[in-house]
């Protein structure tokens, strides 16, 4: 009986780390050259880290130096059939841009930003959307 309950409590502790471990939050850092919306907000360029919380919608941004940080909700996405590389991914109309997909890589599911009552404006006035992609680095 008590080899039984060790064995059971063993197994139990085994799949808690494995769950642990497939459900890790993750973090990439991007130099991003140009000022940027996130939702409302206006971040300046500069080198940014994302945090992805793992069982969480909610994604976490913040400057390498800790000057300007952001909390956002986002959506997830999973329409690729393939792991995708990291990158960010914002929509530019004219000299505005605006963030709007989040790839932490080794995965093909990415969260997508919701657009801002701004973004919504300009889409409908500007002439096309423009996407930017910038390549991101795991953080270390």
């Known amino acids: 009986m008590k080899n039984q309950a060790t064995r059971l409590v063993t197994i139990g502790i085994a799949l808690a780390a494995a769950v642990a471990v497939h459900a890790q939050d993750k973090t990439i850092s991007a130099d991003v ?4 919306y996130m939702g409302s907000s206006l971040m300046p360029q500069g080198v940014y880290r994302v945090n ?3 069982q969480s919608a909610v994604v976490g941004i913040d400057t390498a130096q800790g000057a300007t ?7 997830n996405i999973d ?13 530019r109309y004219g000299s505005n841009y605006f963030l709007a997909e989040i790839w932490t890589g080794d995965s093909s599911a990415g969260r997508a930003l919701a ?9 409908k006035s500007a002439a096309g959307t423009h996407l930017a992609m910038i390549a991101v680095y795991p953080n270390r």
């Open 79 to 91: 329409r690729r059939k393939q792991a995708e590389p990291a990158k960010l991914v914002f929509h």
């Open 33 to 36: 050259p140009f000022s940027f």
């Open 69 to 75: 940080s952001k909390a956002v909700t986002t959506i």
């Open 115 to 123: 657009r801002s009552p701004r973004e919504k404006e300009l889409a």
């Open 52 to 54: 992805e919380f793992a």
